[in-house]
């Protein structure tokens, strides 16, 4: 078998091989984490091993096939998240196709090949046995270049019969074939004819901002609503023990009663007491319930999965206590226009559409291109050989005075009425973020102020309770004094934690705002003991 014939071959089994489904998605995703390896570097400072598939053993399968009851910390509970959460699972979904698109782009800007064959066989029932062959091949290549040049190289179909052939016949048709076309004025210039792979380029390095950002604010939403089940669990506890002590009143009060040493009056104040209790108990009970089935559908587990949260997390909160934030508001919207990762996108955009303002401006010209070719015929004395001194050759311009102006004068106008609204957008996001990052140190301080007035409230109704049980049982103040107390001292207690709550949700919010709660690298783990940043990087 003569060599080029065998090289040609074995170039098309190899080819061949690289038509797998699975040998194409191992090649999408080496592409894929290479651009986001470089983007990220370049967003982040350092390289992430982003994988877009999902774990295949996950909390959400394990449970599937078990009834034990499982509880969750707070860093299980990211973690369960990061594998399960179908959100979170979309969004890296998102940041892959980003970057896929990235790759479909750059291979514009870079040579192409194509190629392919053909055989047939015809000929006629009354001819006896004749029959022809006929067999076809095609092999090119093209490239755009980044100055808006296309370029096409062919090689003629005799010439691969004629490699793949045993024969030595040849009919010094031309064998290749280079064809050249530069715009001169529509669509000229680096600028314009990059566009594509520019915008490609910079909308990878949004997605990975959306995903940062988005990364952050879902750990924190977790991290609230796990701090708000674990409330809840704790405000049930109150609840039960407040039920209990106004059924212990009231069979005290109701055997003071039948010995003749209490009225109806202050039974039927005790048992009301009993009842409000009870139902608030169930109101407790049915909004945890609630809450819970609400953040398994967050975590992405089955909602009939038995999970517990980790009461614990209530008390380290109570330990850490609260604390003023000191920063000063200027200096937080100041951090956040200058961190934010969204509002850097918003900004970006800008220059975007400013881009695309030029190159509908460029769309204007008249279209005017230069070409030129040339073609490279066979030796005749050497089949398979090019002549280089018989090189045929052509050049010139063509000219379109696209007379039809409207539809280019309408997209002109329209990019720049949506710079214009890019321009609102922008200034519309400064105050949106200033507005965010007003509204978190507000709830600070009112999630702290809370506290103060709580803790206080707590101690007093705590005497109250304690002063009223040793009145009551002297007979020297009524039912209703000792019932009102103990009200009293179960609301504060809920509001107390909840301002607890309320103000560790609002210092996370705060830091969000700012830019500066950093996750690990893979998955939504980050520091809740992270310092509030002093000054702009």
């Given at each position: 078998?003569?060599?080029p014939?065998?090289?040609?071959?074995?170039?098309?089994?190899?080819?061949?091989?690289?038509?797998?489904?699975?040998?194409?998605?191992?090649?999408?995703?080496?592409?894929?984490?290479?651009?986001?390896?470089?983007?990220?570097?370049?967003v982040?400072?350092?390289?992430?091993?982003?994988?877009?598939?999902?774990?295949?053993?996950?909390l959400?399968?394990?449970?599937?096939?078990?009834?034990?009851?499982?509880?969750?910390?707070?860093?299980?509970?990211?973690?369960?998240?990061?594998?399960?959460?179908?959100?979170?699972?979309?969004?890296?979904?998102?940041?892959?196709?980003?970057?896929?698109?990235?790759?479909?782009?750059?291979n514009?800007?870079?040579?192409?090949?194509?190629?392919?064959?053909?055989?047939?066989?015809?000929?006629?029932?009354?001819?006896g046995?004749?029959a022809?062959?006929?067999?076809?091949v095609?092999?090119?290549?093209?490239?755009?270049?980044?100055?808006?040049?296309?370029?096409?190289?062919?090689?003629?179909d005799?010439?691969?019969?004629?490699?793949?052939?045993?024969?030595d016949?040849?009919?010094?048709?031309?064998?290749?074939?280079?064809?050249?076309?530069?715009?001169?004025?529509?669509?000229?210039?680096?600028?314009?004819?990059?566009?594509?792979?520019?915008?490609?380029?910079?909308?990878?390095?949004?997605?990975?901002?959306?995903?940062?950002?988005?990364?952050s604010?879902?750990?924190?939403?977790?991290?609230a609503?796990?701090?708000?089940v674990?409330?809840?669990?704790?405000?049930?506890?109150?609840?039960?023990?407040?039920?209990?002590?106004?059924?212990?009143s009231?069979e005290?009060?109701?055997?003071?009663?039948?010995?003749?040493?209490?009225?109806?009056?202050?039974?039927?104040?005790?048992?009301?007491?009993?009842?409000?209790?009870?139902?608030q108990?169930?109101?407790?009970?049915?909004?945890?319930?609630?809450?819970?089935?609400?953040?398994?559908?967050?975590?992405?587990?089955?909602i009939?999965?038995?999970?517990t949260?980790?009461?614990?997390?209530?008390?380290?909160?109570?330990e850490?206590?609260?604390?003023?934030?000191?920063?000063?508001e200027?200096?937080?919207?100041?951090?956040?226009?200058?961190?934010?990762?969204?509002?850097?996108?918003?900004?970006?955009?800008?220059?975007?559409?400013?881009?695309?303002?030029?190159?509908?401006?460029?769309?204007?010209?008249?279209g005017?291109?230069?070409?030129?070719?040339?073609s490279?015929?066979?030796?005749?004395?050497?089949?398979?050989?090019?002549?280089?001194?018989?090189?045929?050759?052509?050049?010139?311009v063509?000219?379109?005075?696209?007379?039809?102006?409207?539809?280019?004068?309408?997209?002109?106008?329209?990019?720049?009425i949506?710079?214009?609204?890019t321009?609102?957008?922008?200034?519309?996001?400064?105050?949106?973020?200033?507005?965010?990052?007003?509204?978190s140190?507000?709830n600070?301080?009112?999630?702290?102020?809370?506290?103060?007035?709580?803790?206080?409230?707590?101690?007093?109704?705590?005497?109250?309770?304690?002063?009223?049980?040793?009145?009551y049982?002297?007979?020297?103040?009524?039912?209703?004094?000792?019932?009102?107390?103990?009200?009293?001292l179960?609301?504060?207690?809920?509001?107390?934690?909840?301002?607890?709550?309320?103000?560790?949700?609002a210092?996370?919010?705060?830091?969000?705002?700012?830019?500066?709660?950093?996750?690990?690298p893979?998955?939504?783990?980050?520091?809740?003991?992270?310092?509030?940043?002093?000054?702009?990087?």
């Open positions: 078998m003569p060599a014939r065998f090289l040609l071959i074995t170039v098309g089994l190899a080819a061949a091989s690289c038509y797998s489904p699975e040998a194409n998605r191992e090649w999408a995703d080496r592409a894929v984490y290479s651009v986001l390896d470089k983007a990220s570097e370049k982040l400072g350092e390289t992430r091993d982003f994988v877009v598939e999902r774990p295949v053993d996950t959400r399968r394990r449970l599937l096939t078990t009834r034990e009851p499982i509880q969750l910390s707070l860093a299980d509970a990211l973690d369960v998240a990061a594998e399960n959460s179908r959100e979170f699972q979309r969004q890296k979904e998102s940041l892959y196709l980003a970057a896929l698109n990235l790759t479909s782009t750059l514009d800007f870079r040579v192409r090949f194509g190629g392919g064959a053909n055989s047939a066989a015809s000929g006629q029932s009354d001819a046995d004749t022809s062959i006929t067999n076809g095609d092999l090119s290549a093209r490239a755009t270049s980044v100055a808006g040049a296309n370029i096409l190289v062919s090689f003629a005799t010439w691969l019969r004629q490699l793949l052939s045993t024969g016949q040849f009919d010094g048709s031309p064998l290749l074939n280079l064809t050249i076309t530069q715009p001169l004025l529509r669509g000229a210039g680096r600028q314009i004819a990059r566009e594509p792979l520019t915008q490609a380029e910079r909308n990878v390095i949004y997605a990975i901002r959306d995903f940062e950002r988005y990364r604010q879902f750990a924190i939403d977790l991290v609503d796990y701090w708000n674990v409330q809840q669990m704790a405000d049930l506890r109150n609840v039960e023990s407040n039920y209990a002590s106004f059924k212990l009231r005290q009060i109701e055997e003071l009663y039948n010995a003749g040493r209490r009225t109806i009056v202050d039974l039927g104040r005790a048992q009301q007491s009993e009842y409000s209790s009870d139902a108990r169930v109101r407790a009970a049915n909004q945890l319930q609630n809450s819970l089935d609400s953040f398994k559908l967050t975590l992405g587990l089955p009939t999965a038995q999970i949260l980790d009461p614990e997390e209530l008390k380290r909160l109570v850490a206590g609260v604390q003023e934030v000191d920063i000063e200027s200096a937080a919207v100041r951090l956040s226009l200058q961190r934010r990762y969204d509002y850097q996108t918003i900004v970006d955009e800008v220059e975007d559409v400013g881009r695309r303002v030029l190159i509908a401006a460029n769309a204007l010209n008249l005017l291109d230069f070409t030129a070719a040339i490279v015929p066979g030796d005749a004395d050497a089949p398979n050989t090019l002549d280089w001194s018989k090189i045929n050759w052509s050049a010139g063509s000219l379109d005075l696209f007379l039809d102006r409207i539809p280019l004068r309408n997209a002109y106008r329209s990019q720049l949506t710079f214009d609204r321009l609102r957008a922008r200034e519309q996001a400064e105050d949106q973020r200033t507005a965010a990052v007003r509204r140190l507000r600070i301080q009112a999630a702290l102020d809370s506290y103060k007035i709580q803790k206080f409230a707590v101690d007093l109704a705590e005497q109250r309770v304690e002063a009223t049980t040793d009145l049982a002297a007979n020297r103040v009524a039912a209703l004094d000792k019932l009102d107390a103990q009200d009293s179960l609301s504060a207690q809920l509001n107390r934690n909840a301002a607890i709550v309320d103000y560790a949700i210092r996370l919010q705060l830091m969000n705002d700012l830019e500066a709660v950093r996750l690990s893979q998955g939504l783990r980050f520091d809740l003991k992270l310092p509030m940043p002093e000054s702009a990087e």
